[in-house]
């Protein structure tokens, strides 16, 4: 059984913070919740006045959220070029079996990402020792905030094409 939250100390704290953040539920949807029941037919559909698909949009924030994960932990990382390496092409498609797995990477990312946090061997604060200036807690933000406002955005997205179960 977890700690009540008035036992933790400061540092458990903001873990757990953090960790809900990454998560959601808070103030925003899951990716989980956004992609629920998401009708197989429409994945590879356009709304109105959007250059990209539903699944382009879902594929990008794994491809973003794989980056942040690989920026914290490679020592050897190279940047990707922007925004070309961050989205699929123009033209890419999946079938539902693609969707999943998309979905899946984007899940086991963020694991990867809680797992940080919650190592206590893990300084928040540090600079990464390959980015100077750069630490586990400002990627950890940059990660949540990307995939809360993508997450949103595929959420309204899926209410104008009127694609919420009834």
Do not use: C
């Not at 963020?110 to 020792?129: C, F, R, S, T």
């Not at 595929?154 to 009127?162: A, C, F, H, P, T």
């Amino acid at each position: 059984m977890p700690k009540p939250l008035q036992n933790l100390t400061d540092d458990e704290r903001e873990r757990h913070e953090l960790v809900k953040l990454l998560k959601g539920r808070n103030a925003h949807m899951t990716l989980a919740d956004a992609a629920a029941d998401f009708p197989s037919e429409q994945i590879n559909s356009r709304p109105p006045n959007v250059p990209y698909t539903f699944w382009h949009l879902v594929e990008h924030l794994r491809i973003a959220q794989a980056d942040i994960l690989d920026f914290i932990i490679n020592p050897a990382y190279e940047a990707r070029d922007w925004p070309d390496d961050y989205w699929p092409a123009a033209d890419a498609w999946t079938d539902e079996a693609g969707w999943r797995n998309t979905l899946a990477a984007f899940e086991e990312d963020m694991g990867q990402l809680v797992a940080i946090v919650e190592d206590p061997a893990n300084d928040l604060y540090a600079e990464l020792p390959h980015a100077p200036g750069y630490t586990i807690y400002r990627e950890i933000m940059v990660a949540a905030d990307h995939n809360a406002y993508h997450t949103g955005e595929l959420g309204i997205l899926r209410q104008v094409m009127d694609l919420w179960p009834k």
